[in-house]
Nanobody
Framework: QVQLVESGGGLVQPGGSLRLSCAASGSIFRMNVMAWYRQVPGKERALVASIIRGGMINYADSVKGRFTISRDNAKNTVYLQMNSLKSEDTAVYYC?????????WGQGTQVTVSS
């Protein structure tokens, strides 16, 4: 059973930075895709960034140039560095990992951008 645990969320002022971490219980090398999603009340969960095992990275247009996704296979951890945060980045952020056709989710971490 794969478990993903997010950390690093919190309250930050506009223009500030946060780094989210997603620690996997097993080897993330098995996961062909790892990603970060976010969700606000009343809206569907939306893709923020994804990274494929071969290294290809994809970002939502709204975060390009501000967010950076990375993975450390040795630490079984995926990161999301978030800079120049805006109020509209406020959401619950979820980590996901795909093994074959199976997608695993973390429990989510709240990010609030407010002055």
């Amino acid at each position: 059973q794969v478990q993903l645990v997010e950390s690093g969320g919190g309250l930050v002022q506009p223009g500030g930075s946060l780094r989210l971490s997603c620690a996997a219980s097993g080897s993330i090398f098995r996961m062909n895709v790892m990603a970060w999603y976010r969700q606000v009340p009343g809206k569907e969960r939306a893709l923020v960034a994804s990274i494929i095992r071969g290294g290809m990275i994809n970002y939502a247009d709204s975060v390009k140039g501000r967010f950076t996704i990375s993975r450390d296979n040795a630490k079984n951890t995926v990161y999301l560095q978030m800079n120049s945060l805006k109020s509209e980045d406020t959401a619950v952020y979820y980590c996901s990992g795909d093994i074959g056709f199976q997608r695993y989710w973390g429990q989510g971490t709240q990010v609030t951008v407010s002055s």
